[in-house]
């Protein structure tokens, strides 16, 4: 390969920093400035010039996707597989460690990942259990403090006992959480870190493989590391791994969540020798874009100093739209993707960002309105969903009996008359013999410790569980997913549920036996899949690896992923990517900079650094939206522009007059609620089918099923489904493409 062709397209100080011969280097430099670049471009320097092995190299990125982003960015570069690269998120990786160490980290070989649903049921159940009121001491505050611990890398023994009642008691559940959790092989987001770091302490040799195995860290959004990660990054750097951060100390904005900014603070001194990058080139946005970016950040007070420039176009102002309620800004917003679309453009060039992710409701019902497709990055996660963590709950049961978590979801979900009672039951038995819930189950028949009905029912659940476990080791995984729902009764179940709901529900179950299909044809890649180790892993099956991926890979890469859709997150998740056309809607205080955070400095500092995110992630065209009033949680509230609209320079804002809409403050003041109800989305079922040789009423023929009748279609496409009633196996849905269904 032709060096020169790494370093193309670099300018002086993105060279440097690619090329970089220090030991150490902290690239630090603002948004837009070619940081990611770099980082990958430094990636392909090391493999190609510097002959450095896939397998020396770690790279740490800030999501699943952004993983997924660089290893096909590096493919392209060096125009082979970059396989062996460990490219992921700190959990990925680390998981992955915990997963082939798990003897040496004194965990079970199929531990489970909790969720942050599930930690919180469980804190609530030891809670109750230990008869510690959840009104004095909230169960969420709780979980917070849990995790704020395991963040700072301390352990329930390691937290200083305290006279006062509150922190004691927020200790002792500490304590009582962790415990049940090693016994039941449960492992919780913030301990997989935890855990991973105390595998390296303990087991020093493991270390030393380690060690001697890496040669090159990279760490991407540096600024976003907490202390454990940081921890984790400096033990297993030892004295001789390289290592580069890049960052942006004005684009912190998860100090909530315990990252630490002081960690760029500390970087040279804990790395001797680091060498200091500074990048002053924005590639990215229009110079008006840039400017108004600045201008709001130079509020901010202690930064640590960095200029940013651009050599591109001035570019058009900033545009900035007073709407009157919400409904009215987002068929602003619905209008706007229109224009751009017909203009030519594609939508998945345009994002919506937005402060809360409660505001997207509404977004979500204009664009549905509209026609418009959208696509939510991030925020409403597939895998977060009730229907697909119940299937979850059935598939971790065929997978282990012991998984208290998943028995306690599904015991009585369909519901099939196992009582709070009867569960309170097993639940006091399994805690008194020190057992799981399926082998309190178990006991408390023998013992005959059920009411006559109650043991009937639960007889029936354990018998289900086993008939659903005979042959899964012939069947592929997406066979499993498909009969276990069916058999559990979870597809009847949310047929009965009525209108869309119900049937977004059934689609996503659907999606999910897609989404298993996928990953039985290896699209469905995990961080990182290909190891030179892989012997720890041999004796798992596809439904494990399948598990643990649904838990860690939550809501990236969604369905539809190839339509061309209107892209809607948060703020936060909007970290590291860039859009043509931006629009950031809601900016009204209290709502951006949000309420909470708005009474201390910090808060309302990191409150701007998350603007500074914002307005940065548009390369073209900035459009800003506020309305004057907004339904939030059902009040109606009057707000005030937010200041960092103010913060913006007025010479680079034009406010956008439509030219309809007539007095439009005189119906927001005197009108209000009535005006504008939104109309019904209009959800047009299809009554034909298209390219299948059957029809409505028809009868047809299914491998499996046998013979049905079919009842009707829905979808289009490779999304159209058929319902189908079967003679024997009774209604349901397939996807048409799938169920090869023959006409008869
Ligand atoms: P952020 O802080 O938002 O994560 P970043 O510093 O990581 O931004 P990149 O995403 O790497 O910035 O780069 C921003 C854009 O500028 C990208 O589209 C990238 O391809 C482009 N870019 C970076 N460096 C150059 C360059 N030297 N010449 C042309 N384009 C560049
Ligand atoms: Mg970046």
Known sequence: MDISLLLDNLNDGQRNAVAASSKHQLVLAGAGSGKTRVLVQRIAWLLNVENVSPFAVMAVTFTNKAAKEMRARLEEVLNVPANGLWVGTFHGLAHRLLKQHWREARLPQHFQILDSDDQLRLIKRLMKAHNIDDSRY????????????????????????????????????YALYEENCQQNGLVDFGEILL?????????????????????????????????????WIRILAGQNISVMAVGDDDQSIYGWRGANIDNIRNFQHDFPGAELIKLEQNYRSTANILAAANAVIENNQGRLGKNLMTQGEEGEPISLYSAFNEQDEARYIADLVDEWSRGGRLRAEMAVLYRSNAQSRTLEEAFLRSGIPYRIYGGQRFYERLEIKNALSYLRLLLNRQDDAAMERVINVPARAIGEKTV????????????????????????GLLPK???????????????????????????????SITQSGLIEHHKKEKGEKGQARLDN???LINAARQF????????????????ENSGQTDLAIFLDNAALDAGEGQADEYEDAVQLMTLHSAKGLEFPQVVLAGLEEGLFPHKMSMDEAEGLEEERRLAYVGITRAMEKLIITHAESRRLHGQENFSTPSRFIREIPDELIQEVR???????????????????????????????SAGVPYDLGNRVYHEMFGEGTVLQFEGQGPGLRVQVFFDDAGQKWLVANFAKLEKI
């Open 509 to 511: 179950l659907e999606e």
């Open 138 to 173: 909230p169960p969420k505050q709780i979980q917070w403090f849990i995790n704020g611990q395991k963040d700072e890398g301390r352990r329930a023994a390691h937290v200083i006992p305290s006279a006062d009642p509150f922190q004691e008691t927020l200790r002792t559940v």
């Open 520 to 535: 039985e044809s290896g699209d469905y890649l995990p961080a990182d899949e290909v190891d030179d180790e892989t012997e």
């Open 424 to 447: 309170e039951i097993l639940r006091s038995h399994a805690r008194e013999q020190g057992c799981s819930l399926w082998q309190s189950a178990h006991e408390a028949l023998s013992l």
């Open 195 to 231: 855990r991973s770091h105390e595998l390296w302490l303990e087991n020093p040799d493991l270390l030393q493989h380690y060690q001697q195995r890496f040669r090159h860290i990279l760490v991407d959004e540096f600024q976003d590391t907490n202390n454990i990660q940081y921890a």
């Open 658 to 688: 439509l030219k309809n809409t007539v007095s439009r403050p005189l119906m927001a003041k005197h009108n209000r609620g009535g005006y504008d109800t939104p109309a019904q989305p209009d959800f047009v079922k299809q009554e034909q």
């Open 453 to 483: 009905r109650a043991g009937t029912a639960v007889q029936g659940f354990i018998d289900l569980i086993d008939e659903m476990s005979v042959g899964i080791h012939e069947l592929k995984l997406h066979e499993i997913v498909d009969n």
